[in-house]
């Protein structure tokens, strides 16, 4: 079946419900995620933190973009779902925050070459028809030195268990809507690398993200928030998803646009 992108139109309002399964990307991974883009960009000593200019691509419901506003950063997000975008404006409005939010895809960003310090695609890769045409853009903008933030879902036997069978199809255990990913669409680490390099960016590190409870354990949870036992959200808490060496599902990195052409 084809990913069904219209939902991010459908379930608009529900990005910052942590108990939908658009709001567990801030609770369950958000942490994790944001923590290790921040500690790669305070750790470059040559660089202030500070104002950088920051492209969200596929920003949805401003989770992350907002992350990055509070730095304080100069924020922009593109995401095709205009419903997306008007939540993503009225909860930045709210939290005082000064975010441009702008209709747009990866495969043609709206701005001009060497626009930005940072470009972050997260979860938006495996959702896309092709991602070497989304790299291609992204390294367009990036001005050279600038860094490219990532994460995506491996397409590996654990991906298909987890985030296909469990998470969306079997009615015992699925929380998340129908046809929200493809198998077939996720990208193995060494794909993306190859795509990266063409495109003059080059790959610093690469982190599974993954939780901390073992496997019986995760499953057990699984079938008890489905009973009604245990919401979304005590199931991010248990877990506490960290930075791993385990990529087979998903994962997380950086790459450094070259300055040679």
């Known amino acids: 079946m084809p990913v069904d992108n219209e939902l991010y139109n459908r379930l608009h309002n529900t990005w910052w419900d942590e108990n939908t399964a658009l709001g567990i990307l801030r609770s369950w991974i958000g942490p994790v995620r944001f923590g290790y883009f921040q500690s790669i960009l305070t750790a470059d000593e040559s660089q202030t933190i500070r104002e950088k200019t920051v492209l969200d691509v596929g920003c949805g419901g401003g989770l992350l973009a907002e992350e990055f506003a509070r730095l304080p950063c100069h924020v922009t997000g593109i995401d095709p779902a205009e419903e997306s975008l008007e939540t993503a404006r009225r909860h930045a409005q709210l939290s005082g925050l000064i975010i441009n939010y702008e209709v747009g895809v990866g495969e043609h ?143 997380m990195g950086y790459a450094i646009k070259t300055s040679h052409s």
Not at 190 to 196: P, S
Request: charge should be positive; glycine fraction near 4%.
């Open 109 to 251: 960003i709206p701005f001009d070459d060497a626009s930005f310090d940072v470009v972050v695609c997260c979860d938006v890769l495996e959702h896309v028809n092709s991602v070497e045409p989304v790299i291609q853009e992204i390294a367009r903008v990036l001005k050279p030195g600038g860094y490219f933030f990532y994460d995506t879902i491996n397409r590996s036997a654990l991906s298909w268990l987890v985030m296909i069978k469990m998470a969306q199809d079997w009615k015992a255990t699925s929380f998340m809507p129908p046809n929200l990913h493809d198998w077939h669409k996720f990208i193995k680490p060494k794909e993306l690398q190859l795509v990266i390099r063409k495109y003059q960016l080059e790959n610093q590190d690469v982190k599974g993200m993954s939780p901390q409870t073992n496997p019986l354990h995760t499953i057990s949870m699984f079938l008890r928030q489905k009973r009604g036992t245990l919401t979304l959200s005590d199931m991010g808490q248990r877990m506490r998803f960290k930075a791993s060496r385990d990529l087979s599902t998903s994962y």
